[in-house]
């Protein structure tokens, strides 16, 4: 653990400081320092400084520049911790938007099941996939899904995620729904990382119960429950053949926003049934997969200002056609890590979207960072290094922000700073 930070790593919580002062982090000398979007009227997406510096005081970012200029009020042996990052990329910390991170239970053996063709839709039928999984939540304690639940995040931080959002999902019963939001909130508390909870009680329709009957379990006993014990941020619904019909979807997002739930949707994974349009209608913080979304839907959205997610791991795993990123206005991207998709890397998750959705580095970043905030209704500058925003940023093993998704297959992850602290080295 470096010196000057508390046990995970936090900064310390001094007031916020005049130039000059100690109290502040400094990262220095970056070789590639990407401080977020470049303005609207830019001719490059990415606003770079090489040689770029970097405070944060409070948690906050308080200056951004030139390693010369910064470096003049801030100097090196005044700041609490300095981090010399010569040679080294520095970016903002990934905020993944879209994770079932919280499980219990093994479904290798699906991969190979899929390998041999069955669908995720034919093992969800047959009482395997998310059903299986909630059979492995409902057997664990609290305790021990806390504790997978913080390994996970672990790795999502050695890998560069400092937000993370994680659904509940494999309850699919108010108590078991309730057990999953508490372990989210016990291992969040415990943990640098920043995580978004989300309720998510329609993920499947129950073994031996009918769609209609769950979904008045889920508007009627879940929502109140969850609402009430203030555990979640976010309610989503999986709009899709084989889950819960666009007008299932519209009643659990309309009475989760009744009960101060902000919505999110699954839509047009599978198949096209509306999930796009029902998020756009409801306000949607996200529509997430959106692999069969068409142009009009790719409009509705826009037009409602529900971020697109897009969940490149999810496609390259099943082996199905990958969202299209230029129908969508600044789509988001997510690792949507979960036992059908064991991937907990957003550079993993960079690389997908270039190499298999044509995205370009700049886009692929934004779409890890800026634009994924803006899915998990962050404004406060979250995903950017600009002056006021989280003091969130990852310091690269490369020269450029480039090798995130240049370097498949490993991660370019050296230290990660979370509000100020430095949290992760390796
Ligand atoms: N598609 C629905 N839900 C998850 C998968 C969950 C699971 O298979 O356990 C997803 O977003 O990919
Ligand atoms: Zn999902």
Redesign the pocket.
């Known amino acids: 653990m470096p010196e000057n930070t508390t046990e995970h790593g936090q900064s310390r919580t001094d007031p916020f400081v005049e130039p000059g002062h100690t109290g502040y982090t400094l990262v220095y000398d970056a070789a590639d320092l990407v401080v977020g979007p470049a303005d609207a009227d830019s001719p490059n997406r990415l606003r770079r400084i090489e040689g770029g510096a970097l405070v944060v005081a409070d948690g906050r970012v308080v200056a951004v520049g030139d390693t010369a200029d910064v470096t003049r009020e801030y100097p090196a042996e005044n700041a609490d911790t300095a981090v010399d990052a010569s040679g080294k990329a520095v970016t903002p910390g990934f905020v993944d938007p879209?994770t079932?991170a919280l499980?219990a239970g093994d479904?290798s053996d699906e991969f190979a099941r899929k390998l041999r063709g069955e669908s995720?839709q034919e093992i969800?039928a047959g009482g395997g996939?998310?059903l299986k999984?909630v059979r492995a939540v409902r057997d664990a304690s609290t305790e021990e899904l806390a504790a997978n639940l913080t390994e996970h995040l672990d790795r999502m931080l050695a890998f560069g995620t400092t937000t993370v959002e994680v659904k509940s999902?494999?309850g699919l019963d108010t108590e078991t729904e309730l057990r999953m939001l508490d372990a989210i909130d016990s291992a969040a508390g415990a943990h640098p990382v920043d995580v978004v909870p989300t309720f998510m009680g329609a993920?499947a329709v129950p073994e031996g119960t009918d769609a209609d009957d769950y979904v008045d379990a889920v508007v009627e006993e879940q929502l109140p429950a969850v609402a009430e014990q203030g555990v979640a941020e976010f309610c989503d619904v999986?709009c899709?053949e084989g889950?819960f019909t666009a007008a299932q979807s519209r009643r659990v997002l309309e009475a989760g926003v009744e009960r101060g739930l902000t919505p999110k949707i699954?839509a047009e994974?599978f198949a096209r049934i509306g999930g796009s349009e029902v998020g756009a209608d409801v306000g949607a913080a996200s529509a997430?997969?959106l692999l069969n979304a068409t142009d009009e839907d790719a409009a509705a959205l826009a037009e409602a200002g529900v971020t697109p997610v897009l969940?490149p791991g999810?496609a390259f795993g099943l082996g199905a056609d990958y969202a299209d990123p230029s129908l969508f206005d600044e789509p988001a991207i997510a690792s949507?890590f979960?036992?059908?998709?064991y991937a907990r890397s957003m550079g993993f998750a960079a690389t997908l979207a270039c190499v298999g959705m044509g995205m370009t580095p700049e886009d692929a970043l934004v779409a890890a960072t800026r634009n994924a905030a803006r899915a998990v209704d962050r404004d406060d500058g979250l995903g950017t290094l600009q002056p006021g925003a989280p003091g969130d940023c990852l310091v690269l093993d490369a020269p450029s922000f480039v090798h995130v998704p240049y370097e498949f297959g490993e991660s370019t992850v050296e230290t990660v700073v979370k509000n100020g602290g430095v949290v992760y080295e390796r």
């Open positions: 879209h079932h499980f479904r995720y969800l996939g998310i999984t999902g494999y993920h999986f899709d889950a699954h994974e997430d997969h969940l999810t949507d979960n036992p059908n998709c």
